[in-house]
């Protein structure tokens, strides 16, 4: 056989030699351009950054970054998502934020008020595209947050993370209008290594939508494999789409899944050692809600969602100790112009100011006994609102100061006798009802919608826009009822704090006010009819309750605002228990730099009526805390008002309370019982400061911890 000659053979083998060096090229440029793809210098990566942040805002703009920037954001991220578990376990401090929803300009907002990465720890439970016009800015700053910071910022998958969803409502268009379908391609890739769920300290545990009935342990979440598509049904599904329901008990559906019942959430937590669960999923009106007894929150945090709903924003703090508060993200929109009536009477009376709409929630607290605390008085320290002033409408939550920032025109004029006339504009958060939508939704004002009668006028249940609402007629020949009307209407429509009942509209033809309906009614009947229902960790929840609701009033600047009518009657429970003050129409605001306001006729429940106010007619906070006195001890006694406090001062001096407490409330322990009667006897003394209430806000705070939870 003939042999290769020598010269063609070392031919050959440079061939292959220059062929396999090639291939050794080529997979290097390979390798470089994916570690380039995956890999993003931190040159790169501040300039993203940087240009997110300086953006103008507009949804009108040409899209700041490249297809190449992009796509290298979706695949670092994803490289991280996946290096990291599935259920993440965090430490405090940590701020938690819910839905953003490509509302850009409110997650700038966001972070301009609560800083910006590294300043606070973050995680966001999902649903960062979709409806709003600017998905793309909003997750590629998240994106490139999470990469830069990888130990210290989170997401969560969230049901627009998911092809099917956001094919649909709204980022598919948006990446095939300012880049490539390709992109939005490497978008879902990136959604499906998203972790689902979070642990914070072992005793918080987030995700977007809820509990499952697949969820026997913690453990099986670890097992979910990514990257993977969201499935119709199951574990997975269920954690990014659930809803807690009040309407269910145990396990139940609903129209985007497995709704579940306060009592599943209780027992899920006892299960596992856990303190809450807090999760996104649905607009809830001031940014938070609580669900199950404060075991389950809610957070939103895309203000004015889709420009239609007015609701706030919030953001969750999570401190060292495990403290919990919220912070409010107020909506930035113009409000439409409605006509609020003026009032004139013959009486020599200061009219009512002008309030400019500034909101502020206070967040209520928790009875469980856990580790997890909701702030209180002392826990709470006011940070620079300087900071936020210019760019938004947040607020920093101070209840010991119980301040809000609204402002109001100076207190002049006089009041006449109620006619409405020349009617003023102001701005409100107030829906206008027209005649139509009051008769429709109360069957003509039927007999059968009828739930009450009020001191002017009638009070009928209907639905509004699907809603269940309550809706207070004013009796067209009462003058005192219309300036009942435009009092409500100018306080409760543009002041919010958890623990007022919520003013959803007006008609102005019709002069009835539209409320949110509390199924419980009012503290009065389940007194009276129900005492059973209110256990005495209710009952000393509710002090509280209305105790920061009167801080807040009373702290309201410039012009503090006294309710003059409190009384169980008055104090709506809502379908947790939770109380809701009501009905302003004998309220009044104090002059600036004044504690006091002089009202020649004064007004109110003669059982409750502070007795220098009746003899004086000189209305002070003071004559509130009175009131509240005597609702403290019918809440601990069951008694009716008369004479209750000279009952009640006997049977302590005599170390008999404890003959005197409701039963029917349940075992009272000797000290709560002892300090509620002590605190109702102090708000009586009118020796005693009507700073009172911030005083033993505080001293409430030790007790409430200690509470076992109350069923609902």
């Not at 578990?85 to 938690?96: D, E, G, R, T, Y």
């Not at 490539?180 to 300290?201: D, G, I, Q, S």
């Not at 109620?418 to 007999?447: C, G, H, M, Q, W």
Request: net charge negative.
């Amino acid at each position: 056989m003939l042999q290769p000659l020598e010269g063609e053979r070392s031919k050959e083998e440079r061939e292959k030699k220059s062929l396999l060096l090639l291939l050794l090229l080529l997979g290097v440029l390979v390798l470089v351009h994916f570690v380039i793809d995956h890999i993003m210098e931190d040159a790169v990566l501040d300039d993203i950054i940087r240009r997110l942040r300086d953006d103008d805002r507009s949804a009108t703009h040409n899209f700041l970054l490249s297809e190449s920037e992009v796509r290298q954001l979706c695949m670092a991220a994803s490289d991280i998502f996946l290096k990291q578990p599935i259920l993440l376990q965090l430490s405090a401090p940590i701020m938690v934020c819910g839905d953003i929803h490509g509302q850009f300009s409110d997650l700038l907002r966001l972070f301009e008020c609560v800083g910006f990465p590294p300043a606070a720890n973050y995680i966001f439970l999902g649903n960062y595209v979709d409806y709003g016009k600017q998905s793309l800015e909003t997750i590629c700053l998240l994106l490139a947050y999470k990469i830069k910071f990888p130990e210290n910022f989170f997401l969560l998958r969230g049901s627009h993370e998911c092809a099917s969803m956001n094919r649909i409502y709204g980022f598919y268009d948006e990446c095939k209008r300012k880049l490539y379908v390709r992109t939005w391609k490497a978008f879902v890739h990136c959604f499906n290594c998203l972790p689902v769920a979070a642990l914070v300290e072992d005793k918080i545990l987030c995700m977007h939508g809820g509990l499952s009935p697949d969820l026997d342990n913690l453990g099986q979440i670890n097992k979910i494999s990514r990257p993977t598509d969201v499935p119709d049904t199951g574990l997975l599904c269920d954690l990014i789409w659930s809803d807690p329901s009040t309407s269910v008990r145990g396990w139940g559906f609903n129209d985007r899944g497995v709704s579940y019942g306060p009592d599943k959430v209780s027992e899920f937590l006892q299960k596992h050692d856990l303190d809450f669960i807090c999760r996104s999923h649905q607009v809830v009106e001031d940014g938070y809600e609580f669900f199950s007894t404060r075991q389950l929150v809610t957070i939103f945090s895309a203000p004015n969602f889709r420009g239609e709903f007015d609701n706030a924003g919030a953001v969750m703090s999570i401190d060292d100790a495990l403290m919990c508060s919220f912070r409010i993200l107020m909506p930035q929109v113009n409000r439409t112009e409605v006509n609020f009536p003026s009032i004139t009477t013959t009486n020599s009376r200061t009219r009512l100011p002008q309030v400019n709409r500034t909101e502020v929630n206070f967040p209520s607290i928790t009875t469980t006994n856990s580790r997890t605390r909701w702030p209180g008085v002392e826990d709470i320290k006011e940070t620079s609102r300087e900071s936020c002033a210019t760019t938004s409408q947040y607020e920093s939550l101070n209840l010991s100061e119980g301040t809000s920032s609204t402002e109001s025109s100076n207190l002049s004029g006089e009041t006449s006798s109620a006619e409405i006339s020349n009617p003023s504009k102001e701005t409100s958060s107030v829906k206008v009802f027209s005649y139509s939508d009051i008769k429709r939704a109360t069957n003509d004002l039927s007999e059968s919608s009828k739930i009450g009668r009020g001191g002017y006028g009638s009070v009928h249940k209907g639905y509004l826009d699907n809603v269940e609402v309550a809706i207070k007629m004013l009796d067209s020949k009462s003058d005192q009822g219309l300036e009942e009307f435009v009092q409500e209407l100018e306080v409760l429509g543009q002041m919010r704090h958890p623990n007022l009942v919520k003013l959803i509209g007006a008609c102005f033809k019709l002069r009835c006010l539209v409320y949110e309906f509390l199924p419980n009614g009012s503290l009065e009947d389940c007194l009276k009819k129900r005492p059973w229902l209110l256990i005495w960790q209710m009952r000393t929840r509710i002090v509280y309750e209305i105790c920061s609701a009167l801080i807040f009033l009373h702290s309201n600047k410039p012009h503090p605002l006294v309710h003059g009518d409190i009384k169980p009657h008055n104090i709506l429970l809502d379908v947790n228990f939770n109380s809701k003050l009501a009905d302003f129409g004998l309220c009044r605001f104090l002059p600036e730099g004044t504690s006091a306001f002089l009202d020649t006729t004064p007004k109110g429940t003669p059982d409750y009526i502070d007795p220098v106010f009746r003899k004086t007619g000189i209305l002070k906070a003071r004559s509130d805390v009175y009131s509240f006195g005597i609702t403290i001890l019918r809440l601990l006694t069951g008694m009716e008002p008369r004479g209750i406090v000279t009952k009640v001062r006997a049977a302590c001096k005599g170390e008999k309370l404890m003959t005197m407490v409701d039963s029917t409330a349940g075992h009272w322990p000797t000290d709560v019982a002892g300090f509620l009667a002590q605190f109702g006897l102090d708000c009586c003394n009118k020796k005693k400061s009507s700073e009172l209430l911030k005083c033993i806000a505080a001293d409430l705070e030790e007790i409430l911890p200690h509470l076992e939870p109350a069923s609902t």
